[in-house]
């Protein structure tokens, strides 16, 4: 394929993967896929190897390109079949990120699978909002390994019915596994019609040239890279159960053509659930070097097969089953971003901007329905589930300060890095759950002095109109994001209840009128003022 043909094969992919994207969020039920867009789309070859992606979250996609070719490999595929996943140590990330995969036939042969990801508030956990402050695995909700959903269009629903049965939104869960069932017929569809228009042997070509170019492309990045080797270290705060400063470190090789990212030295698995399997820590390395790249380079495997990635099993990074990974998804891969920048900044001085607010912080919360959950007691219960009795999930992630950089002062308020969701307006906040929005503004003063000043971040104040149960999932509270060229660090996030601090990470029950207040951190500035 000449680079015109190979340049709208690419469009015509990432059509397909838009297309999906705009099927599952305007199908989903729930705030958190409709309106914050907590979703991913792709397009996989044959092989499982990613051959597009829509320009979602980071995080699910770049743990997909890792792990999908292990999954795809065990199992037994058919036409109409799809397969379910969350599974952390089996090709997921954490739990509520559930996927769903198809494959894709032609005239009777298999050339590619079709995957969307998206993350639900319920997935059975104790704690509503599915993201709790766990010791293991089986804390964090409902387990699926890959396993059939569909099986050649008929539906298991058996099977679905257990999943349901598990989460207390069942109406809204079987909307939005509606929604990602829908999203998956329209992709195999859209890719069937172009595979049509191209014939099997021309788009087996095209995607292996496709491929094939990203690789070009990635190496040509590298080339760019002083050959050498790179150490940074940097820390999590805490794991939620008394463990702090938690090291994460790398060391970066340089070579022609190829990098090596190895994490020797990073602190053991821990108690608490900031611990993440590879895949993850994988998907913020690759998000780096993405960044790095030119904007047209495909996002496919071809991009990534000049990073190799090493972590000692049993570590933070490549944690061992069951450990505990709700937050390692959310919270250790937005760090895993900052030590591998940290790093690369010593070689590209002008290129790596400076540290980002460094936390997607997470906040859950809802109400179950479980009078021991809220401390009411027998003789009152009558009343109080009269007063309280609808049961109710909800996660969101809050932006914060980006990091300054050689070329531009950080953005304000924004999503960075691993995470690329919106933010969940007011006007659906309190039509939906029992909570006011009394304050959301920018945190001003928060971004770090420099000569191009750090952005800043933002103050989401909620007060509840009935008792919740709430989990925050938070860094950068106790260690600020860190700056470049002689400039100041970002201020530190804090999390309040009715004035006084809580912990970055914490599970509270909240009453009727407590006001929560989260103020996220600023970006680290760049350059002496």
């Known amino acids: 394929m000449n680079i015109i043909e190979l340049s709208l094969f690419t469009s015509r992919l990432d059509a397909v993967c838009d297309e999906m994207g705009a099927v599952l969020q305007r199908a989903a039920f729930s705030p958190n896929i409709r309106d914050r867009l907590d979703f991913s ?56 990120d559930i996927t769903l995969i198809a494959p894709v036939y032609f005239e009777g042969t298999l050339l590619a699978f079709i995957a969307n990801r998206a993350h639900h508030a319920d997935i059975g956990a104790d704690s509503p909002g599915s993201m709790p402050l766990s010791k293991c695995l089986d804390e964090e909700g409902l387990i699926i390994p890959p396993t059939h959903l569909i099986r050649q269009g008929n539906m298991n629903k058996t099977f679905m019915a257990e999943i349901l049965n598990a989460i207390r939104s069942g109406h809204a ?79 970066i090789k340089i070579t022609e053509h190829n990098v090596s990212v190895d994490f020797t030295g990073t602190t053991a698995q821990t108690e608490g659930n900031i611990n993440c399997p590879l895949s993850v820590a994988a998907a913020a390395v690759y998000y780096v070097f993405r960044c790095l ?30 450990a505990a990974v709700a937050a390692g998804n959310v919270e250790t891969s937005t760090r895993i971003v900052d030590v591998v920048m940290g790093a690369l900044a010593q070689a590209l001085p002008d290129k790596i901007p400076s540290a980002s607010h460094g936390s997607m912080n997470n906040l859950a919360m809802g109400y179950s329905g479980d009078p021991d959950k809220h401390g009411v007691s027998d003789q009152a219960w009558d009343y109080y589930e009269a007063e309280n009795s609808k049961a109710w999930d909800y996660y969101e992630t809050i932006g914060g300060g980006m990091g300054a950089s050689s070329v531009s002062a950080g953005i304000d308020a924004v999503q960075t890095h691993m995470t690329n969701t919106r933010n969940t307006p007011i006007e659906v906040m309190e039509s939906n759950y029992p909570v006011r929005i009394k304050q959301y503004a920018i945190r001003t003063g928060s971004g770090g002095a420099g000569f191009h000043k750090g952005g800043d971040g933002i103050v989401r104040e909620f007060e509840f109109l009935k008792p919740a149960n709430v989990t925050l999932l938070t860094e950068r509270r106790m260690h600020q994001p860190w700056a470049l060229n002689n400039a100041m660090a970002g201020e530190c996030g804090q999390n309040l209840l009715n004035g006084k601090a809580l912990a970055p990470k914490i599970c509270i029950d909240i009453k009727a009128g407590d006001c929560l207040t989260i103020k996220t951190p600023g970006g680290g500035g760049w350059g002496k003022m």
């Not at 790249?293 to 972590?311: D, E, L, N, V, Y």
Request: aromatic share 6%.
């Open 173 to 251: 869960g079987k909307g939005d596994f509606s929604a990602q069932i829908s999203a998956n017929h329209t992709g195999v569809e859209r890719l069937e019609y172009l595979i049509g228009s191209l014939g099997t042997s021309k788009f087996i070509t095209a995607l292996s040239e496709l491929n094939d170019y990203g690789e070009r492309l990635a190496q040509s990045v590298i080339n760019d890279i002083p050959n050498g080797e790179y150490q940074f270290s940097d820390v999590m705060d805490d794991d939620g159960l008394g463990n702090v400063n938690l090291k994460i470190t790398t060391s």
């Open 41 to 96: 789309c792709a397009v996989f070859n044959a092989e499982g190897e990613l051959c597009a992606q829509a320009a979602h979250i980071p995080v699910h996609l770049g743990s997909m390109a890792y792990a999908m070719q292990n999954i795809v490999s065990q199992l037994d595929w058919h036409k109409g079949d799809m397969v379910i996943v969350n599974d952390p140590f089996l090709g997921g990330t954490h739990l509520p």
């Open 293 to 322: 790249m030119p904007k047209q380079t495909p996002a496919c495997a071809g991009s990534f097969r000049p990073i190799s990635i090493t972590a000692p099993e049993g570590c933070l990074l490549n944690a061992k089953r069951p």
